[in-house]
Nanobody, 120 residues
Framework: QVQLVESGGGLVQPGGSLRLSCAAS????????MGWYRRAPGKERDLVAV???????NYADSVKGRFTISRDSAENTVSLQMNSLKPEDTAVYYC??????????????WGQGTQVTVSS
């Protein structure tokens, strides 16, 4: 199986910055895609950003130019640098990975979520 441990959430004022990190461990052979999703109160879980093998990235339109996703393939980690945060960025942020494991083949795994609150 795969375990995802997220860190870096918290409370920040509008215009501030936070950095989220997620470390994947377990019976991992290869990670294809790593990404971040978020669920705001009363809304569905939506894509924030993903990064694929080779470094290709995709961002939600609402975060382009403010958020940057990066990964360390050697350490199986993915980070999300969030700048110029807005109150509408308030949500629970979830790490997601698509992986090939030695025990369960190819599959997707979710982290437990970390709360980000943007408020003055």
């Amino acid at each position: 199986q795969v375990q995802l441990v997220e860190s870096g959430g918290g409370l920040v004022q509008p215009g501030g910055s936070l950095r989220l990190s997620c470390a994947a461990s377990g019976s991992i052979v290869s990670i294809f895609t790593m990404g971040w999703y978020r669920r705001a109160p009363g809304k569905e879980r939506d894509l924030v950003a993903v990064i694929r093998n080779g470094g290709r990235t995709n961002y939600a339109d609402s975060v382009k130019g403010r958020f940057t996703i990066s990964r360390d393939s050697a350490e199986n980690t993915v980070s999300l640098q969030m700048n110029s945060l807005k109150p509408e960025d308030t949500a629970v942020y979830y790490c997601y990975v698509d992986v090939l494991t030695t025990t369960a083949g190819i599959g997707g795994y979710w982290g437990q979520g970390t709360q980000v609150t943007v408020s003055s």
